[in-house]
């Protein structure tokens, strides 16, 4: 009689029970049911430890739930099982990015493109890996290999335009946008950003553009606003608080429109009673929140926020590198005064519209080639004017650098 191998029959008859209890797990997994998929995804490697198809797709399920480091265990081992797998190695290499492990990352989608040269997910993927290493014309050439294999691919045609607007080509960078309205006519960021390539109104960013702008930001914001780009609006903003004679009494309940990581207050903590700030990005928030500075943080849009605040609830008012979100301010600045108790204190950074780009066009405000909007002199004087404010101070002076030149803008206290 030949000799059996009793472990690969138990294995072979084990195969329909597993393969069923995969289908089911996967269901739940698709579903959004990820505390029952991972249950099922476990059963099956306690049966089976080195069921590659449960090990990926547990490693695939952590990654999604923001796990990454017990995902790219769980999706070695499944490469270890099954090494040839093209979508192993590329969720593997989404799961490295994850950790900011770019290098690690682009050698595995470059194994999976090896492996399936027309896999787009995994150009696009080795796109993303490249462009966080810096290197662009090579981000470019994978985006562009991306939406050749499919141009259908949504977010390579959106990373291509990113591309070639960050290298100086709008024209191309304009027809990536459009080729994302194409296909998906309701994405408000492409819209927005194309609208500020070819000089169309719009009157305010989108607010899942500003979110994602400033989570993507979060981590070094600090470092890069201030060190790198030379911003100090918040503390020039109260130093011309400061100076007013008609400044109101100390302690101040403050409103920090758009507060980041908490860089106003910072600057107001020491002459404020409360702080209370709003901004769309949950990262910046948390940031903010690690300073112990504000009693009360909301991510919220600041004009949703501004309408739900009692009236008469603030003696100062700061919007720092906010309104550059925001075009058109007739409504913000209502409720800005709405908000404000009598001699209360409206204090805000804007960038300034030269009067070279108001020539024979709309002079209020405009959106720049860069996404954010610059205010002329005039407009803001004028809705001061309109709402009941006087204009205290307002000085014409840089308020960050960009590529190395200063950006020129307005440094305004107004006083209800």
Not at 200 to 222: G, H, I, K, L, M
Request: hydrophobic share 50%.
């Amino acid at each position: 009689m030949a000799p059996t191998d009793r472990n690969a029959a138990d294995r072979d008859a084990a195969a329909p029970a597993a393969d069923a209890m995969l289908a089911a797990a996967l269901a739940h997994h698709k579903a959004g049911r990820l505390a029952v998929a991972e249950e099922a995804y476990r059963r099956i490697l306690a049966a089976q430890a080195d069921h590659a198809e449960a090990l990926h797709l547990l490693g695939a399920l952590l990654h999604q739930r923001g796990e990454h480091a017990a995902a790219v265990d769980f999706m070695r081992r499944a490469l270890r099982a099954r090494p040839g797998v093209a979508r192993y190695h590329n969720n593997l290499g989404s799961a490295l990015n994850a950790l900011e492990r770019s290098e690690a990352a682009l050698e595995c989608f470059r194994q999976a493109v090896a492996l399936q040269p027309d896999f787009a997910d995994a150009h696009y993927n080795m796109g993303v890996a490249l462009s966080e290493l810096g290197r662009i014309d090579e981000a470019l050439s994978c985006f562009g290999a991306a939406v050749a294999i499919d141009p259908d691919h949504v977010q390579a045609h959106y990373n291509l335009a990113l591309m070639h607007k960050w290298q100086g080509r709008p024209d191309a960078a304009a027809a990536a946008f459009l080729d994302v309205l194409r296909l998906q006519p309701e994405q408000e960021t492409a819209r927005h950003l194309l609208a500020a390539l070819t000089g169309a109104d719009s009157a305010r960013a989108p607010a899942a553009y500003v979110a994602a702008t400033f989570d993507a930001a979060a981590e070094r914001f600090d470092e890069h606003l201030v060190d790198e780009l030379g911003y100090d609006a918040p503390q020039r903003l109260l130093e011309m608080l400061s100076a007013l004679p008609e400044l109101p009494a100390r302690p101040w309940d403050v409103l920090d429109l758009g507060c980041g990581t908490g860089l106003v207050g910072v600057a107001v903590a020491p002459h404020a009673r409360q702080v209370a700030g709003v901004d769309l990005s949950a990262r910046m928030l948390a940031r903010a929140q690690a300073r112990g500075l504000y009693q009360r943080l909301q991510q919220a849009d600041a004009l949703a926020m501004m309408a739900a605040e009692p009236a008469a609830s603030y003696d100062v008012i700061v919007a720092a590198d906010m309104l550059i979100y925001t075009g058109r301010l007739e409504e913000l600045v209502l409720q800005v005064r709405r908000l404000l108790r009598p001699g209360g204190c409206y204090a805000f950074s804007a960038e300034c519209l030269e009067e070279a780009d108001i020539a024979g066009r709309d002079g209020d405000y405009r959106l720049l080639p860069s996404g954010r909007y610059a205010h002329a002199d005039n407009y803001l004087r004028r809705l001061a004017g309109a709402n009941g404010f006087v204009v205290r101070a307002s000085v014409r002076a840089p308020i960050r650098r960009e590529a190395g030149k200063p950006i020129a803008g307005w440094l305004a206290v107004w006083q209800a």
